[in-house]
């Protein structure tokens, strides 16, 4: 099972960016699907963006299609979430997670206890606007 740690949130104005980081440790990494998740305040956890093993497969929530970037260095056992044109509905504590899945895998069990899942602490992000 990998360990996760996130990094890069902050404090940011309403239209800036922020880079987001997940360091994975373990041996899995780079055959692991990873996604970030968002919680905001009094909301339920929501997955944001995937990306499977290589890279060629990968999904974004309607709300930031066009704004986020997920991307992935396995050489770097890191995932990252480049948010540009942040909104003050983007803030949130992000967390990163892997999946021994592919992304169609994660996005319909990610809701439900697994084993083999990863979590990662979380780091805020928040947005004023």
């Known amino acids: 099972q990998l360990q996760l740690v996130e990094s890069g949130g902050g404090l940011v104005q309403a239209g800036g960016s922020l880079r987001l980081s997940c360091a994975a440790s373990?041996?899995?990494?780079?055959?692991?699907?990873m996604g970030w998740f968002r919680q905001a305040p009094g909301k339920e956890r929501d997955i944001v963006a995937a990306i499977n093993s290589i890279g060629d497969n990968i999904y974004y929530v309607d709300s930031v299609k066009g704004r986020f970037t997920i991307s992935r260095d396995n050489a770097k056992n890191t995932v990252y979430l480049q948010m540009n044109t942040l909104k003050p509905e983007d803030t949130a504590i992000y967390f990163c997670?892997?999946?021994?899945?592919?992304?169609?895998?994660?996005?319909?069990?990610?809701?439900?206890?697994?084993?083999?899942?990863?979590w990662g602490r979380g780091t805020q992000v928040t947005v004023s606007s």
């Open positions: 373990g041996r899995t990494f780079s055959r692991s699907t």
């Open positions: 997670a892997s999946d021994p899945s592919d992304v169609a895998g994660l996005l319909e069990s990610w809701r439900s206890p697994k084993l083999s899942r990863s």
